[in-house]
């Protein structure tokens, strides 16, 4: 069933990567002016609505299983697709209000957690973190090639096909991986609430440093998808041909490092070491691609992007470990909740940023610019500022505790905590209740 699993997510980011050029050509003819700061209230809707939905759609799996609500996540989620041609408007509206259903990952990650075991979770999660990145190894090559020589509509015609095709795999062929017996025995809103989740996590230490950790390490990140490849063009003058082949590079290796990589550092050095070593990979890159301004200095950051792509797995690794059977949904909601809120701030703090700073990414046009003859200094300062957060980060998560159990929690705290959000995993052998506080 992880084979099932694997393909839900290459189908549905794979129609999506193909969609990378004419997404910035309808969103030009759509907001002429301030079109990147458009994108950015546009994702963040989108994000917030991810974060409030998240915890609920998490909570609801664990009772009623994982199909139902994977096929409605994969539905809603690439229902904006044909929009795109018939109606940008509507398109951008859709995208904005899918948010409440974009939770495919937390879905997924919560199947994966109930077909495997807790040792091999690591690996699992690293190898559906590595399919997402083979979708964009080739998507986005693909649909400018056929944005060029045949037009939009092709490539949104061929896009939508594609997501057609992952609804039918999840209605027809997906099974169902949650039986009966080991589901959730009721459902509490406290669950479904992401701000109760946010105001109690802080009454267990762990839950509350790994989400921090997630928090500051994901919100540069976000920032830095809904705008990286317009920086990429407009700042470092890269050809079209040359995003393309840089996005597969990074693909390609994001996979090698999320299968074996991860699996190594997993065995050698420990869960906790390996989300370390992937937050020192980000900083780098981050750091890198805010004072970088020669090509190859952006391609030499690349690679350490593709190193950096192991924190994600390694964290929802780190936090199914401390769940039960029945919690995985939750715990793996609350996470993709955070994520969500990180993809509605971090496009808002770097349009933000940018316009602080001046940097003009709102031009579209098919050529790149001559290059400046004089360059400024620091060319991408968003990403020098997400570095800083990182580094907050990693001394944050310095303080995660290694094989943390609720059994060690012996206080009355904890016990009250546990019975309030997880009254029907409250055993003493379950730390998914004190991951739900």
């Known amino acids: ?3 099932h699993a694997v393909i839900v997510i290459f189908l549905e980011f794979f129609a999506w990567g193909l969609l990378t050029t004419p997404m910035l050509t309808v969103l030009h003819e759509t907001f002429q002016q301030h079109e990147f700061l458009m994108n950015g209230l546009i994702q963040g809707v989108k994000g917030f609505l991810s974060f409030l939905s998240a ?3 998490g909570a609801l799996s664990d009772v009623w299983g994982r199909k139902s609500f994977l096929l409605m996540t994969v539905f809603f989620t690439c229902a904006p697709i044909p929009f795109m ?6 398109y ?11 939770v495919t990952f937390s879905v997924i990650f919560a199947y994966v957690a109930d077909i495997t075991e807790e040792h091999e979770r690591s690996t699992a999660y690293g190898l559906v973190s590595a399919t997402f990145a083979a979708s964009l190894v080739t998507s986005p090559a693909i649909g400018a090639f056929l944005s060029h020589r045949f037009g939009d509509s092709l490539v949104v015609l061929v896009a939508t096909v594609i997501a057609v095709l992952d609804i039918a795999f999840v209605f027809f062929l997906v099974p169902e991986s949650l039986p009966d017996k080991i589901r959730a025995s009721g459902f509490s809103w406290q669950q479904a609430d992401p701000f109760h989740s946010l105001r109690r996590v802080g009454q267990n230490p762990t839950v509350l440093l790994i989400s921090v950790t997630v928090f500051l390490s994901y919100l540069p990140e976000a920032g830095q998808y809904s705008s990286f490849f317009l920086y990429l063009k407009q700042v470092i003058h890269f050809t079209p041909a040359s995003i393309a082949a840089f996005i597969a590079m990074v693909g390609i290796l994001s996979i090698i490092a999320q299968t074996v990589l991860l699996s190594v550092l997993m065995r050698s050095i420990g869960n906790k070491k390996t989300v370390l070593l992937g937050l020192c990979f980000q900083i780098v890159q981050l750091t890198w691609y805010g004072v970088g301004s020669q090509h190859w200095m952006v391609w030499a950051a ?16 780190l936090v199914s470990y401390c769940a039960s059977a029945d919690q995985q949904g939750v715990v793996q909601g ?5 994520r969500g809120l990180c993809n509605g701030l971090g496009p808002a703090l770097y349009g933000f940023i940018f316009f602080l700073f001046d940097v003009e990414l709102s031009d579209t046009d098919p050529e790149p610019q001559t290059p400046q003859t004089e360059t400024p200094l620091v060319p991408g300062p968003p990403f020098l ?3 800083c957060l990182v580094l907050v980060a990693i001394f944050v998560a310095i303080f995660i ?4 159990k609720l059994s060690d929690d012996r206080s009355p705290k904890s016990t009250t905590v546990a019975t309030t959000l997880a009254p029907h995993a409250n055993r003493p052998d379950s730390y998914a209740s004190t991951c739900l506080s």
């Open 1 to 3: 069933m992880m084979t």
């Open 92 to 102: 951008f509206a859709l995208i904005s209000v899918s948010g409440a259903f974009s």
């Open 302 to 317: 690349g690679t350490i992007v593709a190193l950096s792509s192991i924190t994600f797995p390694a964290v929802s690794a």
């Open 334 to 338: 609350m996470i993709t909740g955070i």
């Open 401 to 404: 505790p290694e094989n943390h």
């Open 85 to 90: 041609r018939l109606s940008p408007w509507w």
């Open 385 to 387: 500022i997400g570095a």
């Open 55 to 57: 915890p609920l759609i």
